[in-house]
């Protein structure tokens, strides 16, 4: 074997100082991200709630929320103690096992595809170098495309696990109506993904930067992808059971649906798990057909580092803005409709326009 100098040694133990030094930065960093990602994500759902009443208030002419702090802004507060506290019931006829599963399984799903969505650039801090997300993944779409997905697991499970007939009923339209609109929304990503040439939700924000014909942003919405935005929308409705899609909780023919049989915090559950999922779909819509962090950048490099992440919340805002535009303004759909509207109606439109992309990117090419 051949000696071992002591110049080596060192430079040896010096080099896996530094391996062990990177690694111990990276799962702090990693920690402190998530961290901060969860209690942003909590926070953004409890004020959707808020907000959603305010608008919808001043769409029907009420105030909304006003009582508990100035504007009603402390209103999600006093909700979140109140569930805390409401005495928890659950029925002697249920499934325990699923049935306290089910809300569990609901919102882990709806929290757990927060993890890969980027909110901005890369940046620098106390001289750490760290994307604005908890994990860069070169397949970060289909990761949230799978993990949302898991989601009608736990709504079915309500359904069945509740023993009663207005919440398996519920339980049913659920798994029809996200597994029937689940295929168009992924048709309607397709499009992007020819375009990008890529998974990673980083490299398609990346493709839709700059400008054509010098003054409209190249975002997909704009650039040939109307249409699949279109489609994206109509199954994202479906997909959070949001108005006019809101069949499985429909309160004049179901009583309150696959949720019927809950209460208190398990209620609750279901209750965040639909505006995460609400949130996950506009930060979805901002990645993939908004520019994500595209905007205008000026000023110093402070705000030139932060100009980034404020573009992508105004972008989900405005798009969360709209979702709620939608529940004050359309009636509920007839479950016949529902369903037609996605396979007669969607299917096919979704089909032509990956079609249509396909033909022009591969003569482009």
């Not at 002419?61 to 109140?82: E, H, M, S, Y």
């Not at 990008?196 to 939700?201: E, N, R, T, V």
Request: charged share 10%; hydrophobic share 55%; net charge positive.
């Amino acid at each position: 074997m051949p000696a071992v100098t002591f110049g080596t040694l060192v430079t040896h133990l010096e080099s896996q100082d530094t391996a062990l030094q990177s690694v111990r930065t990276f799962v702090i960093a990693s920690a402190i991200k998530s961290v901060i990602a969860l209690f942003v994500l909590l926070t953004a759902v409890a004020y959707s709630v808020w907000l959603e009443r305010k608008v919808v208030g001043h769409i029907q002419n009420r105030w909304g929320p006003t009582r508990v702090g100035p504007f009603g802004l402390l209103q999600p507060l006093a909700d979140g103690i109140k569930f805390l506290f409401k005495e928890d019931l659950t029925p002697p006829h249920v499934y325990k096992t699923l049935y306290i599963a089910a809300p569990m399984l609901s919102v882990i799903f709806a929290l757990t595809s927060i993890s890969v969505i980027p909110i901005g650039n890369w940046v620098t801090i106390a001289g750490v170098h760290t994307p604005l997300q908890i994990t860069d993944v070169n397949i970060g779409l289909l990761i949230i495309l799978g993990v949302t997905s898991m989601g009608v697991y736990g709504v079915a499970l309500a359904g069945w696990s509740s023993n009663s007939k207005y919440s398996l009923l519920g339980g049913l339209r659920a798994s029809a109506q996200m597994v029937s609109y689940e295929i168009s929304l992924g048709l309607s990503l397709i499009g992007v993904l020819i375009m990008a040439g890529s998974f990673s939700l980083r490299e398609i924000v990346d493709a839709q930067g700059g400008t054509f014909w010098g003054f409209i942003p190249r975002w997909n919405l704009f650039h040939g992808q109307t249409v699949a935005f279109f489609v994206y929308l109509m199954s994202a409705f479906a997909e959070t059971n949001r108005v006019p899609f809101d069949l499985p909780e429909a309160e004049t023919e179901l009583v309150a649906g696959y949720h019927t049989e809950y209460s208190a915090m398990k209620f609750a559950m279901f209750f965040m798990a639909e505006y995460a999922n609400m949130i996950t779909v506009a930060c979805l819509a901002t990645l993939l057909f908004l520019g994500g962090w595209h905007g205008p950048i000026g000023g110093p490099a402070w705000l030139q580092a932060m100009l980034p992440v404020f573009w992508f919340v105004l972008k989900v805002f405005c798009f969360l803005f709209l979702y709620i535009w939608i529940r004050g303004t359309l009636p509920r759909f007839r479950y016949d409709k529902l369903m037609a509207f996605a396979w007669k109606f969607l299917f096919p439109l979704a089909v032509a326009n990956l079609v249509v992309t396909g033909l022009i990117v591969a003569l482009r090419s």
